[in-house]
């Protein structure tokens, strides 16, 4: 059974840093995408960022690029999330979600992740920007 469990959020000021963590057992690790979405209250889960395991492969929120950055330690089953700059917009639950990579290149997910095709989604970790 695929489990994913994040950890990480936490209260912060705009401007400040938090770094996620998504940690990943009952899988091949190397042979996946993992995702990070959110989840504002009221809004739907939207993609974030996703990588690769298999080849380093990222793909970036456009209007989050250049202040989140996503990386991958196989050796740990374990995706990062590097969050700076942070805003009050970026208020929301965060979730990793994992698609097996042969399915994330035939739906594109790597352009374009969806969260439909997600699976496995851990229990989330409340990320809270004070302005």
């Known amino acids: 059974e695929v489990q994913l469990v994040e950890s990480g959020g936490g209260l912060v000021q705009a401007g400040g840093s938090l770094r996620l963590s998504c940690a990943a057992s009952?899988?091949?690790?190397?042979?996946?995408?993992i995702g990070w979405f959110r989840q504002a209250p009221g809004k739907e889960r939207e993609g974030v960022s996703c990588i690769s395991t298999s080849d380093g492969r990222t793909y970036y929120a456009p209007s989050l690029k250049g202040r989140f950055t996503i990386s991958s330690d196989n050796a740990k089953n374990t995706v990062y999330l590097q969050m700076n700059s942070l805003k009050p917009e970026d208020t929301a639950v965060y979730y990793c979600?994992?698609?097996?990579?042969?399915?994330?290149?035939?739906?594109?997910?790597?352009?374009?992740?969806?969260?439909?095709?997600?699976?496995?989604w851990g229990q989330g970790t409340q990320v809270t920007v004070s302005s």
């Open positions: 979600g994992a698609l097996e990579w042969a399915f994330a290149q035939a739906l594109g997910a790597m352009i374009f992740p969806d969260p439909n095709d997600f699976h496995s």
């Open positions: 009952g899988l091949t690790f190397d042979d996946y995408a």
